[in-house]
């Protein structure tokens, strides 16, 4: 008995291997740099003691954020793809197909995507980190335009102050 039952586990085993759909991981590494608070930063309070690992921690939710992951899901039409197709929750479904999972004692962070087809594992991987970072270089545009502006304010304050003090004088 007991050796007929090693051959059934043994024989429905192989049959299983043989019938499972394959299931692909990309992975990409990204460093993530703490960027320098500005005192340009019009607004906004300046921290000179912030804590390292909290943004880290908050980068690593940002590239799972729903905002990132419907971008990916849009720039890929993954609403077509077999795999998300009957999700009614698209956005979930392809957030659990990705591990970020950061790098011990680094800045570095591993992003990894699981998916019956190794290119689209690759795409998703891909498009999740290019997004992540236009995401970051836009926000970063706009807190330049701000700025920027706020300096021209304070230029043009202090010019009419200027003129006021010489008309004074004069």
Excluded at 66 to 92: M, T, W, Y
Excluded at 133 to 142: H, M, S
Aim: proline share 3%; no cysteine; hydrophobic share 45%.
């Amino acid at each position: 008995y007991v050796f007929t039952a090693f051959i059934s586990v043994f024989a429905l085993s192989i049959i299983y291997l043989v019938k499972a759909t394959p299931i692909y991981e990309s992975s990409t590494v990204l460093q993530i740099n703490k960027e320098a608070t500005s005192i340009m930063d019009a607004g906004s309070p300046i921290v000179f003691n912030s804590n390292d690992q909290e943004y880290l921690q908050t980068q690593y939710k940002n590239l799972l954020s729903r905002s990132i992951i419907a971008s990916v899901v849009e720039d890929l039409s993954l609403g077509k793809d077999p795999v998300f197709a009957d999700s009614h929750n698209i956005i979930g479904a392809v957030r659990n197909t990705i591990a970020v999972a950061p790098i011990r004692l680094s800045r570095l962070v591993e992003i990894s995507v699981e998916h019956p087809s190794a290119l689209k594992a690759t795409q998703i991987a891909n498009k999740l980190l290019d997004n992540f970072l236009a995401r970051n270089l836009d926000q970063k545009r706009l807190r330049a335009m701000n700025s920027y502006e706020w300096l021209q304010n304070e230029v043009e304050a202090l010019q009419s102050e200027v003129k006021i003090s010489r008309r004074a004088v004069h």
